[in-house]
């Protein structure tokens, strides 16, 4: 069982920048896929971005595309999710995800450990 807990997360103006941090319990972590999903009061979890097991290969949702970065440290166990120009829409509940195969995936159902969650909130 891979535990995963975010961090990070705030309340910020639209431009700013926020840092989500995911530190994962499993030692075989680079082992494992990862990916940050959001969602937003009312709103179906969405995929945002993923990042394969080495970090080499990484895939975005059109709507963060140049604005979110998404890395992993292998030695740290830890992925992370650079934000930046946020905007309102923005806005969500960010969870973190992990996925027992090294390649990606943007499916929901391809991942089978996930965080709690970190609020994110973009005032205008």
């Known amino acids: 069982q891979v535990q995963l807990v975010e961090s990070g997360g705030g309340l910020v103006q639209a431009g700013d920048s926020l840092r989500l941090s995911c530190a994962a319990s499993e030692s075989t972590f680079s082992r494992y896929a990862m990916a940050w999903f959001r969602q937003a009061p009312g709103k179906e979890r969405e995929f945002v971005a993923a990042i394969s097991g080495s970090g080499g290969s990484t895939i975005y949702t059109n709507s963060v595309k140049g604005r979110f970065t998404i890395s992993r440290d292998n030695a740290k166990n830890t992925v992370y999710l650079q934000m930046n120009s946020l905007k309102p829409e923005d806005t969500a509940v960010y969870y973190c995800?992990?996925?027992?195969?090294?390649?990606?995936?943007?499916?929901?159902?391809?991942?089978?450990?996930w965080g709690q969650g970190t609020q994110v909130t973009v005032s205008s």
């Open positions: 995800a992990a996925r027992r195969y090294t390649v990606t995936s943007l499916f929901r159902s391809d991942y089978d450990y």
